[in-house]
């Protein structure tokens, strides 16, 4: 089970750190992401981190403004997301993956959280 916590809504220019806590499985053997999804719009990838924390990834639009981290001892993945634009509103929601590779692309996550909503004003 994935839970996400961090849902706010924010001015732009400002910061939010979302959280996913997970249960029930070995944390450290999944490979860890988050995705959003704005109304009308496809489910989008944001950032990854391997198993280990060792590799992360990014989208383009968040590159530079958003860090994904993760602590194995607290089973949980954060996503510090600074420099918020309009733009950045959405459901984001974190997800699990057997694998360690292919962390870019929403079919190699096998577990989702429920979603938490992020909403920037101008």
């Known amino acids: 089970q994935l839970v996400e916590s961090g849902e706010g809504l924010v001015q732009a220019g400002g910061s939010l750190r979302l959280s996913c806590a997970a249960s029930?499985?070995?944390?450290?053997?999944?490979?860890m992401g988050w995705f959003r999804q704005a109304p009308g719009k496809e489910r989008d990838f944001v950032a990854a981190?391997?198993?280990?924390?060792?590799?992360?990834y990014y989208a383009d639009s968040v590159k530079g403004r958003f860090t994904i981290s993760r602590d194995n001892a607290k089973n949980t993945v954060y996503l510090q997301m600074n420099s918020l634009k309009p733009d950045d509103t959405a459901v984001y929601s974190c997800?699990?993956?057997?694998?360690?590779?292919?962390?870019?692309?929403?079919?190699?996550?096998?577990?989702w959280g429920q979603g938490t909503q992020v909403t920037v004003s101008s």
């Open positions: 981190i391997s198993r280990d924390g060792g590799r992360t």
């Open positions: 997800a699990a993956s057997g694998r360690d590779y292919e962390l870019t692309y929403l079919s190699t996550f096998d577990y």
């Open positions: 029930g499985r070995t944390f450290s053997s999944y490979g």
